[in-house]
């Protein structure tokens, strides 16, 4: 739930680029793929969860090598958004062959094919990189832009030493409790 926290902070916080409109966006994106595909909620939150442990040693590589920032950028600028048309940007951090063992990790975990992963990863990863880029300071704000200290959202969810949750799986649940209390 650590990460989930962080989210909800990133939302109260004016200097960073988070808003409860666009958690509701991003989960909303991530439950209509699952409506698209027959996944069950349970299934999905699976899903979010194995693609998380797949995508943290890709972006861990990323910041190591300098190379998030950039990616970071791309994604506040609008140039990764979802749909296949746009995975480009993101092909340089997930190999096709990255890609089908994600697909496949995914799979073997969830009971989902390969195939139906496979095709829900152009939309799912931006969504995930929109959720930690919530984190990221909002422009003119003189918050420093560099560096991943600037995005707590991000240094959370790359930072698998702590001891702090951080299973988007969670995120994803808790932020549709948040955004859809029982009445």
Do not use: H
Request: glycine share 12%; net charge negative.
């Amino acid at each position: 739930m650590g990460l989930f926290f962080d989210v909800l902070s990133a939302i109260n916080n004016p200097n960073q680029n988070a808003s409860v409109d666009q958690l509701s966006s991003i989960t909303g994106t991530v439950q209509q793929l699952a409506a698209s595909n027959n996944i069950e909620p349970s299934a999905m939150q699976t899903v979010m969860s194995s693609l998380g442990g797949a995508l943290r040693p890709a972006l861990q590589q990323q910041a190591s090598s300098g190379g998030l920032g950039s990616l970071m950028g791309q994604l506040a600028s609008g140039q990764l958004t979802g749909g296949t048309s746009s995975f480009g940007g993101l092909s340089s951090l997930l190999t096709p062959q990255l890609q089908q063992q994600i697909a496949d990790a995914v799979s073997r975990r969830t009971g989902i094919g390969a195939g139906t992963i496979q095709s829900m990863l152009p939309a799912l990863i931006p969504v995930v990189m929109q959720l930690l880029n919530m984190g990221a300071p909002k422009s003119g704000t003189g918050m420093s832009m560099g560096g991943l200290a600037s995005n707590p959202l991000l240094t959370t969810f790359l930072d698998s030493d702590r001891d702090q949750d951080v299973d988007l799986g969670d995120v994803f649940r808790f932020a549709t409790r948040f955004l859809n209390p029982p009445r």
